[in-house]
């Protein structure tokens, strides 16, 4: 199979609106990454935020490391850090930590910061934040290494003969990628440094009939600074819902994804410039939104995997609230049974097992039912010899 192997994951911002109780939304959270890893979900990235209502969760760290206690397979990452807000060396020693605690299940996402007003609050000028996401970038990688001392000052942080207190339990490390949306700057960091990329652009509308050329772009990049990019490291994010059958899948949708959209982007963000008053039907044309049967989301997955030319190591599903509770993990449940193994290889065996079964069906199992067959009638010759075996006992 063509993309064999491909991972599966969430990346969990999160959307909780405006009313809803925080602290059950937290805790539905933490539920929700119990979940997926119980129906074998690959990752889940957990996004940093702190302004704008919405997107609730401050610190990813603390949740992975509530969420490793409560699962035993799915990796955890930060979906993103935003290295401006942060000095380098404090980001580098949680996340070795954390990939102390996680015995490896830890993943560092890194961006710049998604939201302005974030950044406002701590005194930090938007067009600074992408040059302090690359220096802070070059400290981290650099500490990472574990091969000696390192040095460095820039205009807002300073690093004296620094080195990590544990080297990673990874080798050599733990995963470390970069977001990338509208602009081609994540990228270009990402292989400047040689780490993996996480594409936000494919759920925006243009965004997948971009990426191919992204990648290219990074590819010619990192061949600069000696590295090289590898696809398996790549992810590619957009929005899904799964139900029985289309029309189902989009009227559970509807009514929240309309409440987001007017009620974050909308109002809140003053709907950013990717946003259209219509992003539901949008992306479904464009291919960045995946509502509907098993088999319609399985073939939006084909197609947002032949815009990256060439394929990619995972598909991560932008987490929402757009259906009720029950729904959204009916959603991911389906998905689980029905979308995941199409990709990941395993249904090949059981398939070649019945199709062998079927094709041998008359050599294998006929003489099966002619030894069948036989037993009954050995057992009906059996039973008359019987009955005159007791007659002669009783005379």
Same mark, same amino acid.
């Given at each position: 199979?063509?993309?064999?192997?491909?991972?599966?994951?969430?990346?969990?911002?999160?959307?909780?609106?405006?009313?809803?109780?925080?602290?059950?939304?937290?805790?539905?959270?933490?539920?929700?990454?119990?979940?997926?890893?119980?129906?074998?979900?690959?990752?889940?990235?957990?996004?940093?935020?702190?302004?704008?209502?919405?997107?609730?969760?401050?610190?990813?760290?603390?949740?992975?490391?509530?969420?490793?206690?409560?699962?035993?397979?799915?990796?955890?990452?930060?979906?993103?850090?935003?290295?401006?807000?942060?000095?380098?060396?404090?980001?580098?020693?949680?996340?070795?930590?954390?990939?102390?605690?996680?015995?490896?299940?830890?993943?560092?996402?890194?961006?710049?910061?998604?939201?302005?007003?974030?950044?406002?609050?701590?005194?930090?000028?938007?067009?600074?934040?992408?040059?302090?996401?690359?220096?802070?970038?070059?400290?981290?990688?650099?500490?990472?290494?574990?091969?000696?001392?390192?040095?460095?000052?820039?205009?807002?942080?300073?690093?004296?003969?620094?080195?990590?207190?544990?080297?990673?339990?990874?080798?050599?490390?733990?995963?470390?990628?970069?977001?990338?949306?509208?602009? @081609?700057?994540?990228?270009? &960091?990402?292989?400047?440094?040689? #780490? =993996?990329?996480?594409?936000? %652009? !494919? *759920?925006?509308?243009?965004?997948?009939?971009?990426?191919?050329?992204?990648?290219?772009?990074?590819?010619?990049?990192?061949?600069?600074?000696?590295?090289?990019?590898?696809?398996?490291?790549?992810?590619?994010?957009?929005?899904?819902?799964?139900?029985?059958?289309?029309?189902?899948?989009?009227?559970?949708?509807?009514?929240?994804?309309?409440?987001?959209?007017?009620?974050?982007?909308?109002?809140?963000?003053?709907?950013?410039?990717?946003?259209?008053?219509?992003?539901?039907?949008?992306?479904?044309?464009?291919?960045?939104?995946?509502?509907?049967? @098993?088999?319609?989301?399985? &073939?939006?997955?084909?197609?947002? #995997? =032949?815009?990256?030319?060439? %394929? !990619? *190591?995972?598909?991560?599903?932008?987490?929402?609230?757009?259906?009720?509770?029950?729904?959204?993990?009916?959603?991911?449940?389906?998905?689980?049974?029905?979308?995941?193994?199409?990709?990941?290889?395993?249904?090949?065996?059981?398939?070649?097992?019945?199709?062998?079964?079927?094709?041998?069906?008359?050599?294998?199992?006929?003489?099966?039912?002619?030894?069948?067959?036989?037993?009954?009638?050995?057992?009906?010759?059996?039973?008359?010899?019987?009955?005159?075996?007791?007659?002669?006992?009783?005379?």
């Amino acid at each position: 199979m063509p993309h064999a192997g491909l991972k599966f994951g969430i990346f969990l911002a999160p959307f909780h609106r405006l009313g809803d109780n925080p602290t059950l939304a937290l805790a539905r959270d933490l539920e929700l990454l119990e979940r997926l890893d119980t129906l074998g979900f690959d990752e889940a990235w957990i996004g940093e935020h702190h302004s704008a209502g919405w997107e609730t969760i401050a610190a990813p760290e603390v949740m992975i490391a509530a969420a490793l206690e409560r699962t035993r397979h799915i990796r955890l990452g930060s979906g993103v850090t935003s290295l401006p807000y942060h000095h380098p060396l404090l980001v580098a020693q949680r996340f070795v930590q954390l990939d102390h605690m996680s015995r490896g299940r830890v993943m560092l996402g890194c961006g710049p910061g998604a939201l302005v007003s974030d950044a406002y609050m701590m005194g930090i000028e938007a067009k600074d934040q992408r040059r302090r996401m690359e220096e802070s970038l070059s400290a981290i990688t650099a500490l990472l290494r574990c091969d000696g001392p390192v040095t460095m000052k820039t205009d807002w942080f300073e690093l004296r003969e620094a080195r990590l207190h544990l080297a990673p339990y990874s080798h050599p490390r733990f995963p470390v990628s970069v977001a990338s949306s509208t602009t @081609p700057s994540g990228a270009l &960091a990402a292989a400047r440094h040689g #780490l =993996g990329l996480i594409s936000l %652009g !494919a *759920g925006l509308p243009g965004g997948p009939q971009k990426l191919a050329a992204q990648w290219r772009l990074a590819e010619e990049e990192a061949a600069k600074h000696g590295h090289a990019m590898d696809r398996a490291d790549w992810r590619l994010v957009v929005n899904l819902h799964v139900a029985e059958d289309d029309e189902a899948a989009m009227a559970q949708v509807r009514a929240g994804e309309r409440m987001e959209t007017e009620g974050y982007f909308g109002e809140v963000l003053a709907r950013p410039p990717t946003r259209t008053e219509d992003p539901l039907g949008d992306g479904l044309r464009a291919g960045t939104t995946l509502v509907g049967s @098993p088999d319609t989301v399985a &073939a939006g997955i084909e197609r947002l #995997l =032949g815009f990256t030319e060439g %394929g !990619a *190591g995972g598909v991560l599903f932008r987490s929402h609230e757009w259906a009720d509770r029950r729904q959204t993990l009916h959603s991911y449940e389906l998905f689980a049974r029905w979308v995941m193994p199409r990709f990941q290889g395993s249904l090949r065996m059981p398939t070649e097992s019945r199709d062998w079964c079927v094709a041998n069906r008359e050599g294998i199992f006929a003489p099966n039912l002619q030894a069948l067959r036989q037993a009954f009638t050995d057992a009906g010759q059996a039973v008359p010899e019987m009955d005159r075996l007791k007659l002669r006992q009783k005379a």
